[in-house]
């Protein structure tokens, strides 16, 4: 709860309330700029020394006609002097560019919150679009919230007046002005977003200056206006000591497939085509040719999947990412990289399907694709990562599994994860693990090398085309064990089957056993995957607070699962397994380990909110 101090000497300030956390949303058309606004004000919070946590939502139409509720962009930052972990259940303050971002993100907008209105964007063409029969500024809907309808379009155009802009140039500076207006109200540092416009903009002062003024007077609008009577003040958190970046998930994932090819001592190569929400991977991979990285755009998902192959046949650290309607098209190439038993990675930024379906949004519906989507028995290890930040470590963690044991590898992340972002200590060299690969230089059998010879975890060698005396076959046909020679035989079929699936399931004795969040028994185990973490452990620890017999139990290795959950699992009395589908890992539990597990499930585009977890488990005890 916020405390009203007294005011500042300074006759012309305004009272301030101290706050733990608060929650910001900017929303408005695409072209508006809400995603530039809101990455500016989760930065300029995170150089403040808060634990931030964001959720950009994007439009799933490229280019939707303006003011139509298909068209509107919004960008969700939650920022704390406390550790954080979801990007808010309400919003506190709702800054809202035309109608239709009004009317599609109110809901949202807790009782007595600040609500920011465009108010020249509020004419009879904007309000019928958005489906407005009266004006919500006048018409009294609005009285529950902290309502300030402003000038923006008009005043950015003073602001801005004399630099020789279009009026079209002039209305994109309204980001910056609306932005301003949000700093001041935050009492957030305006130096931060100014470099960005001199690095940004540089070459063209015109529109620095203009976005500079629109930045500027947005901000002394609030400190001027009387109707806007008080100043929110958010303190640091106290996070462990290092040296933090604000990171979004694609790019920790990116930074996370560098480490390992450093690590590892191999060269990056991806071969991808463009998809949402994965492309930023081959974006950002694709700026760093100077850490020896080959990035490859391919005309189609089979054809980067494929060249993924063959960079690890050559030996090279071989990654391929898409999202799930990709993946499907990947499956007979992953398929070959299991037969072949090569090490590389698939990555799936997961979207709400099924199809095109939900492109922008963020769904967790492809467990049983990853788990079983492959023709005959095809087993494949099967990791994800928890939040944006954990993207690196995730990462690096599933291609140390493809080398130790001579497979591919996927990595499931989605598009919560990949376009939110939160503070990111940049660990140390020597905290970073290195990933040890041999490529034999001899045979290992006489004279003769035999490509399918195993070690203790049934991993084959890894033999570099080109080696003297390396020469070996290997392809999609049955292989003989040992030799590799093609095999027709069924018992030599049902052997390589048998020993593939063997060799997935002794990945389990090379990862650690499962961790709780809370006591090791009691009345309900909260199991969750992937984004979900951060709406789960909130609310667990809600719970735990509240003195209920309630722990969290995340999972990172869906495939295989750590060697001691079943033991966790019938530890408690009840479960629960919160999934953005229609119950996939609870599926796999209940035929896993025959417990009995009470689903929640959402399949709407949107993460879950604490409260939604919270009454789930609330009703759950009483039952």
């Not at 919150?113 to 009294?140: M, R």
């Not at 001691?564 to 380990?593: C, D, H, W």
Request: net charge neutral; with cysteine; aromatic share 8%.
């Amino acid at each position: 709860m916020a405390t009203i101090t007294a005011p500042n000497p300074s006759p012309t300030s305004k009272p301030i309330a101290k706050l733990e956390d608060a929650t910001v949303r900017f929303c408005g058309d695409s072209g508006d700029g809400m995603q530039l606004a809101g990455t500016q004000f989760t930065n300029t919070s995170a150089l403040a020394g808060n634990d931030v946590a964001t959720f950009p939502d994007f439009p799933a139409e490229i280019r939707a006609p303006r003011g139509t509720k298909a068209g509107v962009s919004g960008f969700q930052v939650h920022f704390s002097s406390n550790d954080i972990y979801t990007p808010g259940d309400t919003v506190d303050a709702l800054v809202a560019m035309n109608p239709a971002a009004l009317t599609t993100n109110l809901e949202d907008l807790r009782a007595g919150g600040v609500l920011l209105i465009n108010k020249d964007a509020f004419d009879k063409k904007g309000l019928e679009q958005a489906g407005y029969k009266t004006n919500p500024i006048e018409d009294g809907s609005l009285s529950k919230y902290k309502m300030h309808a402003v000038e923006m379009t008009k005043l950015n155009r003073l602001a801005v007046e004399g630099l020789g802009l279009s009026q079209k140039e002039s209305d994109l500076c309204r980001n910056f002005f609306a932005m301003g207006l949000v700093f001041w109200l935050y009492d957030r540092s305006l130096e931060p977003t100014l470099r960005f416009i001199t690095a940004k903009f540089g070459k063209k002062p015109e529109i620095a200056e203009a976005n500079t003024r629109a930045l500027k007077a947005g901000y002394h609008y609030g400190e001027t206006v009387e109707a806007i009577n008080t100043q929110y003040q958010v303190a640091p958190a106290k996070l462990t000591p290092g040296k933090y970046r604000n990171i979004m998930g694609n790019t920790a994932l990116a930074y996370g497939l560098l480490t390992a090819a450093r690590q590892s001592n191999k060269r990056l190569f991806l071969g991808a085509y463009p998809i949402t929400p994965a492309s930023d991977i081959l974006h950002e991979l694709s700026n760093h040719k100077n850490f020896d990285v080959l990035t490859f755009q391919a005309e189609d998902e089979i054809a980067a999947v494929t060249s993924t192959v063959g960079a690890s046949f050559a030996g090279e650290m071989a990654v391929t990412a898409s999202s799930g309607p990709g993946i499907a098209l990947k499956a007979e190439a992953m398929g070959l990289a299991v037969m072949t038993e090569l090490p590389m990675l698939v990555i799936n930024v997961q979207r709400g399907g099924p199809s095109t379906g939900l492109p922008t949004k963020t769904e967790q519906a492809d467990l049983f694709q990853a788990m079983y989507g492959r023709n005959g028995e095809c087993p494949m290890p099967v990791l994800a990562a928890s939040s944006p930040a954990d993207c690196f470590f995730a990462v690096q963690e599933a291609w140390r599994i493809a080398v130790r044991f001579m497979t591919p590898v996927i990595l499931l992340t989605d598009g919560y994860i990949a376009n939110g972002s939160e503070p990111w200590r940049i660990p140390e060299l020597s905290e970073l693990p290195k990933i040890e690969i041999t490529h034999p230089t001899e045979p290992n059998n006489g004279d003769a090398f035999l490509p399918y010879a195993r070690n203790e975890r049934l991993a084959r060698p890894w033999a570099v085309p080109g080696t003297p005396g390396l020469m070996h076959r290997i392809g999609g046909l049955e292989k003989q064990d040992g030799t590799g020679n093609v095999s027709y035989d069924p018992l030599n079929h049902e052997h390589m089957v048998r020993t593939r699936a063997k060799k997935v399931a002794l990945v389990a004795d090379d990862i650690p056993l499962q961790k709780l969040d809370g006591k090791e028994s009691g009345d309900l185990l909260v199991v969750s995957w992937g984004g979900t973490y951060g709406a789960c452990a909130t609310a667990v620890h809600k719970m735990q607070n509240a003195g209920k017999s309630v722990s969290h139990c995340h999972l990172r290795y869906l495939n295989p699962l750590p060697k001691n959950l079943g033991q966790i699992l019938k530890s408690f009395k009840k479960i629960l397994v919160p999934e953005l589908n229609m119950g996939q890992l609870r599926t796999i539990l209940r035929a896993e380990y025959l417990i009995d597990a009470a689903g929640h499930n959402k399949i709407q585009g949107k993460p879950f909110s604490v409260g939604e977890i919270v009454d789930k488990i609330e009703s759950l005890l009483k039952s």
